[in-house]
């Protein structure tokens, strides 16, 4: 069974442009998150998903990340324009759902974007 | 709101020598406790959990974890550290939210 699965591995741009991350969960699993790890620091959340609805996007820093998940399938999380203190690793994570807290969720590798 | 302290950047410890990662939390209720281990290039792999019952859970690789309620603790040990062990540990707590909250991260380095 394939896990989560990211793309691209790795994203350099410059700043003021457009990226575009994609998240590809388990199938079946109706939760997926999004977060983020700058440098040395706490992976910190984004947002959360339940099938195509937002349920959490508490963690969203500002209006210039858009993310979308379409037809409660693969995500997408999109930055526009794109600032130096956008750059980190963007994890994407899925899980089944469940009433309880105590199912673990699966992660994919990570997007390393790096805005110069 | 829930948080996760990981108090040490980096642990080094040599090759045969028990292992401790340390993690404190702080939550409404019940905790559920994670550890995640992350190699280079590498995503996030789950390693163990706590949920209920018995305090010492048992993960893979050989690792553990002891949940100590009193000290709202939840500490990763191996008896016999590997030099593969070298890796990113993260810490995570959840509460009441179904979000998970991370700590920031401590780098293990097992020397030969």
């Known amino acids: 069974e394939a896990g989560v699965t990211q793309f691209p591995s790795h994203s350099v741009i410059e700043k003021g442009q457009t990226v575009t991350l994609r998240c590809d969960p388990i199938s079946g699993h109706d939760n997926l998150y999004w977060y983020r790890r700058v440098m040395g620091k706490e992976i910190k959340f984004l947002l959360h998903?339940?099938?195509?609805?937002?349920?959490?996007e508490s963690g969203m820093p500002n209006n210039r990340f858009l993310a979308e998940r379409t037809g409660g399938t693969y995500s997408t999380l999109k930055v526009q324009p794109a600032e130096l203190e956008d750059s980190g690793v963007y994890f994407c994570?899925?899980?089944?759902?469940?009433?309880?807290?105590?199912?673990?969720?699966?992660f994919g590798q990570g997007t390393r974007l790096t805005v110069v | 709101a829930q948080s996760v302290a990981q108090p040490e950047d980096q642990v080094n410890v040599a090759e045969g020598n028990p292992l401790t990662v340390k993690c404190t939390y702080s939550?409404?209720?019940?905790?559920?406790l994670f550890w995640y281990v992350q190699y280079p290039n590498r995503g996030l792999q789950f390693l163990l959990k706590?949920?209920?019952?018995?305090?010492l859970v048992k993960g893979s690789y050989g690792f553990e974890a002891e949940f100590n309620k009193s000290q709202t603790s939840f500490h990763l040990k191996k008896p016999s550290a590997l030099v593969s062990d070298s890796a990113l540990y993260f810490c995570a707590v959840r509460g009441g939210s179904y979000i998970p909250t991370f700590g920031r991260g401590t780098s293990l380095i097992v020397h030969p």
């Open positions: 706590y949920i209920t019952g018995d305090n």
């Open positions: 994570a899925s899980s089944p759902l469940a009433t309880t807290g105590n199912t673990e969720a699966f």
């Open positions: 998903f339940v099938k195509e609805s937002k349920q959490d």
């Open positions: 939550v409404s209720g019940n905790p559920y």
